[in-house]
């Protein structure tokens, strides 16, 4: 069972960046999916971004699309979310997870992170 532990978030100005990584405690199988949620207080788990762990183009939520980046560092088993043009709205914890289903939908996803706070201060 892969454990997942994201790092990287903080407080942060509206209009700035933050990177945040996601350490995987064993590497993903070849059909293994990565993907970023997130979740604000008082709202359900919210899409942002996923990635194939073998390769291939990303998928983005219409909302962080040019502004997000989702990269992968295969050998170091980490996975990346680089954030820029932040906006208030977007303060949420932010999770990463592992699935193998090509899919925006949460419920498509095994395992979990414990989540790391991101608050965009305007």
């Known amino acids: 069972q892969v454990r997942l532990v994201e790092s990287g978030g903080g407080s942060v100005q509206a209009g700035g960046s933050l990177r945040l990584s996601c350490a995987a405690s064993?590497?993903?199988?070849?059909?293994?999916?990565m993907a970023w949620f997130r979740q604000a207080p008082g709202k359900e788990r919210e899409f942002v971004a996923l990635?194939?762990?073998?390769?291939?183009?990303?998928f983005y939520a219409d909302s962080v699309k040019g502004r997000f980046t989702v990269s992968r560092n295969n050998p170091e088993n980490m996975l990346y979310l680089q954030m820029s043009s932040l906006k208030d709205e977007e303060t949420a914890v932010y999770y990463c997870?592992?699935?193998?289903?090509?899919?925006?939908?949460?419920?498509?996803?095994?395992?979990w992170g414990q989540g790391t706070q991101v608050t965009v201060a305007s």
């Open positions: 997870a592992v699935g193998f289903q090509y899919e925006s939908n949460c419920r498509a996803y095994d395992y």
């Open positions: 064993e590497r993903p199988t070849s059909k293994a999916v």
């Open positions: 990635v194939r762990w073998h390769g291939g183009s990303a």
